[in-house]
């Protein structure tokens, strides 16, 4: 799945087809790539999503940080627009960003 916006839908819950929440979808996933623009990964000028045309290549096209890439935005978006209830699926989505974040950081700031 190309398209940005399909694929974090699809990962939390939504068909690709059910619209009602895209516009706070688009500015949950613009807010993480924004994020990942800051410790530079992804375009220098950054990419801003409008609906689901963008897709994940515009972004990065390096294979292991799209794997980052990826789960970075669901958990961040996950992390806003439906946070879990249970505590220790909270602080592990959280360790889990925040060990994305490193890893991205490393991968592009720390390269040999």
Aim: net charge negative; charged share 20%; hydrophobic share 40%.
């Amino acid at each position: 799945m190309d398209s940005i916006l399909d694929s974090i839908k699809k990962l939390l819950g939504p068909t690709e087809t059910y619209d009602n929440f895209d516009t706070d979808l688009i500015f949950h996933i613009n807010s993480a790539l924004a994020n990942l623009t800051q410790i530079g990964v992804g375009p220098a000028e950054g990419l801003s999503i409008e609906d689901d045309s963008s897709t994940w290549e515009e972004f990065v096209t390096d294979p292991i940080q799209l794997g980052h890439v990826r789960t970075y935005v669901y958990l961040k978006v996950k992390l806003v627009f439906d946070p879990p209830t249970n505590s220790a699926v909270l602080q592990s989505y959280e360790n889990q960003v925040l060990k994305l974040e490193w890893l991205l950081d490393a991968a592009v700031n720390y390269k040999n």
